[in-house]
């Protein structure tokens, strides 16, 4: 089974959709509670979907959240793991990947963000959307999370270990 943690119940779902859409068998579950514990249905997915809702939550609580979302999809059998975090960076990419990486004991990760179908892609580390920067994106104006930086490098440095 393989297990997604989504900081939003858009990336959620969008994940979700697309494994759908190669016949897997997926369940897309809110565990917004650190603590909580899911029940899974007969027939267990081909694929885990847990949304956190952590993308406008406080590093620390967010790095909570994740952490035990990790942990529950490691309880329930999930053997390979993804996080599905926006599409631009915002949110709290750093404490989700460290949260991911500490619960299953490992110390590093492939970072995948292009997504040309979106508009989204990374060339030299600098990630474009529609062909503009990322700082130069309508982004650049979000109310939570302002990008302005377009380098992804320097965004994780900033964010995680």
């Not at 779902?13 to 514990?37: E, Q, S």
């Not at 631009?88 to 590093?108: K, S």
């Amino acid at each position: 089974m393989i297990g997604v943690v989504a900081d939003d119940i858009t990336g959620a779902n969008d994940i979700g959709i697309m494994f759908a859409k190669a016949h897997r068998i997926v369940h897309v579950v809110t565990l917004d509670t650190v603590g909580a514990h899911i029940q899974l249905a007969d027939p267990h997915p081909d694929v885990l979907v847990l949304d956190t809702n952590s993308r406008l939550d406080e590093p620390q609580a967010a790095y909570a959240k994740v952490f035990h979302a990790v942990k529950e999809l490691e309880r329930l059998g999930c053997t390979q793991y993804i996080n599905k975090t926006c599409s631009v960076f915002r949110g709290n990419i750093g404490a989700e990947f460290d949260a991911m990486l500490d619960a299953l004991q490992q110390n590093f990760a492939v970072v995948v963000l292009g997504f040309p179908k979106n508009g989204r892609v990374t060339r030299d580390a600098i990630h474009y959307v529609h062909g503009k920067r990322l700082q130069d994106s309508e982004f650049r104006h979000d109310p939570a999370h302002p990008m302005r930086q377009s380098n992804l490098g320097d965004i994780l440095q900033q964010q995680t270990d």
